[in-house]
């Protein structure tokens, strides 16, 4: 979330500053996408609710606002931003935010249908298709139909084939479904380590190894990362020590600390099946708790979940 294009120039222009001093809507805008990158969440809303105080209905605050409040895990605080975000921005991306929101509680279906209409019969802007083709593809993997991600993320790829954010939610939807040969073959020439990462677990799915030079890679980069924004690299990381290492205890500190402040999907997940490996379920009860709470459906949470009650 965030607009990618203000964040050259915040790097720049804010350097040194604090919060306080600023005072532009493209600043705040450029900052805020800076602390959510960051991971400073709390600070990033701090300061966006500054520019709403100032501009009312702001669009693109309202919805970094939404979207900040979904990877905390608070989908109803979202929705309220949500709604804020139809006079400037219009109904597909106020319908958009608020189908990110409710798939953490398990309201997914009458979104899909609205989504699939408006794909359908609507003229829409480039980043209204782009969110439009993510939350299908994302409400179509977590209702466990694969073939039906595997397509809307495609489509998204036939977009833009460099999408790396797209490119390892398609991965994950191969390795999910077993497809290890797909993954492997849209990942093997790709250099970014997240993608990296995602090939070598479909190698060493599929062949039970993972070539040195890979895992020297692999190694060097999360060390680096670890060391520089141990934050930033949690979840991965996490990824990294349960599939490529085998060493589940550690994959488990690491995701549950990442839990504590991402709530997404992918991070409850990767915390429970963390757990289970570990065999330490009652270390995520915490987790159990809030995916009671929130009504969270999710097909892989779900047979995660008849694991932990059948042990």
């Known amino acids: 979330t965030g607009d990618e294009r203000y ?22 805008l450029a900052y805020a996408a800076l602390l959510q990158r960051g991971h400073r969440f709390e600070e990033a809303l701090v300061l966006l609710d500054t520019l709403v105080e100032r501009v009312p209905n702001h669009g693109q605050a309202n919805l970094m606002s939404a979207y900040i409040n979904v990877t905390l895990g608070r989908p109803q605080k979202a929705l309220e931003f949500c709604r804020d975000i ?3 921005l219009g109904p597909v991306m106020s319908l958009n935010c608020a189908s990110s929101a409710k798939m953490l509680q398990g309201k997914f279906d009458q979104s899909y249908k609205l989504l699939s209409n408006l794909l359908a019969r609507a003229h829409m802007s480039a980043v209204e298709r782009m969110e439009t083709l993510i939350n299908l593809a994302e409400i179509s993997k977590i209702r466990g139909d694969y073939q039906g991600a595997k ?10 084939p460099g999408d790396t954010y797209v490119l390892a939610r398609l991965a994950d939807t191969y390795t999910t479904s077993g497809q290890y040969d797909e993954c492997i073959e849209l990942l093997k020439n790709r250099s970014q380590p997240s993608l990296q990462l995602r090939y070598a677990i479909a190698l060493k799915n599929k062949t039970g190894e ?9 190694h060097e980069y999360f060390s680096v990362q670890l060391a520089r924004e141990p934050e930033l690299s949690s979840r ?22 990442n839990w504590k402040k991402q ?11 963390a757990a289970w490996q570990a065999r330490q379920t ?17 097909r892989d949470i779900n047979n995660l979940l008849a694991q932990f009650k059948d042990k």
Do not use: C
């Not at 709530?263 to 099946?273: A, K, N, W």
């Not at 915490?286 to 009671?292: G, I, P, T, Y």
């Open 7 to 28: 964040l050259g120039y915040a790097h720049t222009l804010v350097a040194g500053r604090d919060s306080a001093e600023i005072d532009s809507e493209a600043l705040i």
């Open 86 to 88: 139809e006079p400037s």
């Open 151 to 160: 397509k809307y993320f495609n489509r998204l790829l036939d977009e833009d």
């Open 210 to 218: 993972v070539e040195n030079s890979l895992q020297e890679s692999l």
């Open 236 to 257: 991965d990381y996490a990824l990294y020590l349960l599939s490529i290492k085998n060493q589940a205890e550690s994959a488990l500190d690491v995701s549950l600390k």
């Open 263 to 273: 709530r997404e999907i992918p991070d409850t997940e990767l915390v429970l099946r």
């Open 282 to 298: 009652s270390r995520v009860d915490e987790v159990l708790s809030w995916v009671e709470e929130t009504g969270l459906q999710d």
